[in-house]
């Protein structure tokens, strides 16, 4: 069973940039397609973006597009979420996520096992 430590979060400024990281252990990392949900005060998870085990493919959600980047490092075990252009609406809880198996589809298709989460909190 893989786990997830997801880490990076803190208070930001609106228009700041900020990188989270989330290791994994207990399970082969490239046999996981890896994603990054988050998740604000009363709203349900949203999905942000994943990629495939080898980092050629990726796919993201509309909040993500064109300011949001994930990325993963293999040999570190570590997949990552760089964030552009922070603004106040990104304040959330971000988790990250990995796939059943190699394909970033089975983060957003099926049922991914979760990190704890990191709490980002954008201020204006």
């Keep these: 069973q893989v786990q997830l430590a997801e880490s990076g979060g803190g208070l930001v400024q609106a228009g700041d940039s900020l990188t989270l990281s989330c290791v ?16 604000a005060p009363g709203k349900e998870r949203e999905f942000l ?35 552009n252009s922070l603004k106040p609406g990104d304040t959330a809880v971000y988790y990250c996520a990995a796939g059943s198996g190699p394909q970033w589809s089975t983060v957003v298709q099926g049922t991914p096992t979760w990190g704890q989460g990191t709490r980002v909190t954008v201020s204006s």
């Design 24 to 39: 994994a252990s207990g399970s082969t990392f490239t046999d996981h397609g890896m994603g990054w949900f988050r998740q």
């Design 49 to 83: 973006a994943a990629i495939n085990w080898a980092g050629s493919s990726t796919y993201y959600g509309d909040s993500a597009k064109g300011r949001f980047t994930i990325s993963r490092d293999n040999a570190k075990r570590t997949v990552y979420l760089q964030m």
